[in-house]
């Protein structure tokens, strides 16, 4: 089973301002990695998949990087909507299993 | 437009079962591999089952293996998830998700879900 470690819990910043997201996989992943934002009430939505592509409708700001046992998403500069909890996620093996990283908070400052 | 609308959640007595079903509009259905994703009441997100397209195979996740199994119907475009001897910590919302990691898709990831159905275990 994968465990995906994220950081930190809670990142407190303004709009503006970049954001920093950290995900570690243990033990290592291939790059079936996505990055996913969840607002109160609401299904999560796709950011990233394949480590650093980004969805339809991502907009530029939010850049997915890394590999192996280190992968990061990061928010160039914050608006007021991207204060949501975010989760990374992986899929692997045949047939597939999935883990989803315990979530960041990014809160507004 | 692709749609996943869940239905079929409710209250339901530790030790009972449930059957929940997503109705799948917009994409072709039967090329798609699908999950089901469940959120307890202020946590995370923990993926609960995987099936392929023709509906094997199929994995769980060790919480719910044994007591849960995952069924799709290509014909109708459903999904359903058949919950056995429910427990207190089963509750939550319960989503329905297409994975376009698999099948040679253009683009991977979880990327439609479901609004969600709930589900509570009580007594």
């Known amino acids: 089973e994968v465990v995906l470690t994220q950081s930190p819990g809670t990142l407190y910043l303004s709009p503006g301002e970049r954001a920093t997201l950290s995900c570690r996989p243990s033990?290592?992943?291939?790059?079936?990695l996505a990055w996913y934002q969840q607002r109160p009430g609401q299904p999560p939505r796709l950011l990233i998949y394949?480590?650093?592509k980004r969805a339809p409708g991502t907009p530029p700001r939010f850049t997915g990087t890394g590999s192996g046992t280190e992968f990061t998403l990061t928010i160039s500069s914050l608006e007021p909507e991207d204060f949501a909890i975010y989760y990374c996620q992986q899929r692997g093996g045949w047939p597939p299993g999935f883990s989803f990283g315990q979530g960041t908070r990014l809160e507004m400052k | 437009e692709v749609q996943l609308v869940e239905s079929g959640g409710g209250l339901v007595q530790p030790g009972g079962s449930l059957r929940i079903s997503c109705l799948a509009s917009g994409f072709p259905f039967s090329a798609y591999e699908m999950i089901w994703v469940r959120q307890a009441p202020g946590k995370g997100l923990e993926w609960v089952a995987y099936i392929l397209g023709p509906g094997s195979p199929t994995t769980y996740a060790d919480s719910v293996r044994g007591r849960f199994i995952v069924s799709r119907d290509n014909a109708r475009n459903s999904l359903f998830l058949e919950m056995n001897n429910l427990r207190v910590e089963d509750t939550g919302v319960y989503y329905c998700?297409?994975?376009?990691w698999g099948g040679g898709q253009v683009v991977g990831g979880i990327d439609y879900w479901g609004q969600g159905v709930e589900v509570a275990v009580s007594t």
């Open positions: 394949d480590a650093w």
């Open positions: 998700a297409r994975d376009s």
């Open positions: 033990p290592t992943v291939d790059n079936y």
